[in-house]
């Protein structure tokens, strides 16, 4: 497989997660997954900013991703079960990811929406990887791709979405 053809296999895999992990910035409000509750050191477990709807509507969407990539390159999964199961292992390891790393920011006093560098970038595609690794896996050169490649995508997002009026701040 040449290079070029490795990096497109390596976002095609990741897909879901990139959009499970945006989508709430569209969809998102509503009731904090942490309803309000600190944690000891008497800051907030994860803030207004990560809701139910978010959550599970950012699973749905990166779910949904995958089974549109299983009709367009059904050869890739193999069968629908196995997209449905990859997309949603990505997108719901994704959301945790973005969970725990908000969960670290406020342990850090970090007010949200405050950048923390490669914890925003990295923290949800880590997870994603690490959930749908039991299913189907990239290569070591692909995660390498990734992991270089997605902070610029996060960034370009996140820039978008702030013009969008989505985000009050471009980070």
Do not use: C
Request: charged share 10%; proline share 5%.
């Amino acid at each position: 497989m040449g290079a070029l053809s490795s990096m497109f296999w390596a976002l095609w895999y990741v897909l879901p997660a990139y959009f499970a992990n945006a989508s709430p910035v569209i969809l998102g409000g509503g009731r904090p997954i942490d309803g309000g509750r600190k944690w000891r050191d008497g800051n907030r477990l994860f803030g207004d900013g990560k809701t139910w709807r978010g959550f599970f509507g950012g699973v749905l969407v990166g779910t949904f991703v995958g089974v549109i990539q299983y009709y367009l390159i059904p050869s890739f999964y193999g069968s629908l079960r196995t997209a449905v199961l990859l997309a949603f292992l990505l997108s719901f390891g994704a959301l945790m990811g973005d969970l725990v790393g908000s969960f670290i920011k406020r342990r850090l006093n970090l007010p949200r929406g405050y950048p923390a560098v490669g914890l925003d970038q990295l923290g949800f595609l880590i997870s994603a990887l690490a959930f749908a690794y039991p299913v189907k896996t990239v290569s070591s050169g692909q995660m390498l791709f990734l992991l270089i490649f997605t902070p610029l995508v996060h960034w370009a997002a996140n820039y978008f979405a702030y013009k969008m009026g989505w985000k009050s701040v471009p980070w």
